[in-house]
């Protein structure tokens, strides 16, 4: 009687997770992109659209990422998380479930600042603005080079996404990008 042995787990690894769903994951932690974000929002009922690009530097860890959308999010997040905390000990120790939540509050917005401090101080911004007057749309800032920076940046993370770049090539042109960007003295930038 001859014996057959069969290799299990032969061919090539798979992943454990879809593409999809590690992009997925990676937006909800990291933020929108790897080099940045840009954010888009009527500023006052006069101002019809102002738009911010924030660009991080090239290189910046998935760390570093983690904790400036900690930042970003912990406001709504940290929200939530005190209502809990007094839903939770407000029935039986009302001033315990408020402290309780006002301390996690604050505890949460000293993390997230002091942990994200040095890339917020080292990200480079530009900001522009379209605003309404006398109903002619005036617009403040360089649309143009943002338009052209928010095309490129497109372009480059459809790349990244559909693997068509290597991760050193991507990073060049973010660099890139980075430093063609004025660098803003960090004690007339807020709210990053």
């Known amino acids: ?6 290799s299990v787990g032969a061919g090539a ?7 999809t769903v590690n992009e997925f994951a990676r937006r909800a932690a990291e933020g ?4 940045g974000r840009i954010l888009a929002w009527p500023a006052s009922p006069g101002l019809w659209e102002r738009t911010r690009l924030t660009i991080y ?5 998935s760390v570093d990422r983690r904790s400036l959308q900690f930042t970003h999010t912990w406001p709504v997040v940290g929200v939530i998380v005190g209502f809990a905390e007094m839903g ?4 039986l120790f009302p001033v315990m479930g408020a402290t309780l939540a006002a ?3 604050l505890a949460g917005l000293w993390f997230g600042l002091h942990f994200s401090r040095d890339l917020r101080r080292r990200t ?22 943002l338009e052209q920076i928010r095309s490129r ?11 068509r770049i290597d991760p050193a090539l991507y990073e060049a042109e973010w660099a890139e990008i980075f430093y063609s960007l004025p660098f803003e003295d960090p004690a007339h930038v807020s709210n990053r």
Do not use: N
Request: hydrophobic share 40%; charged share 25%.
């Open 13 to 19: 690894p798979r992943p454990a997770h879809s593409q």
């Open 103 to 105: 301390l996690s509050y």
């Open 57 to 61: 530097p090239p290189g910046t860890s």
């Open 124 to 145: 480079r911004t530009m900001t522009v603005a379209k605003v309404f007057i006398a109903g002619e749309m005036v617009e403040f800032g360089d649309v143009h080079r």
């Open 1 to 6: 009687m001859r014996r057959t042995f069969v």
């Open 88 to 91: 939770a000990l407000g029935h």
């Open 32 to 35: 929108p992109a790897p080099w």
């Open 153 to 163: 940046l497109a372009d480059l993370e459809s790349r990244r996404l559909s693997r």
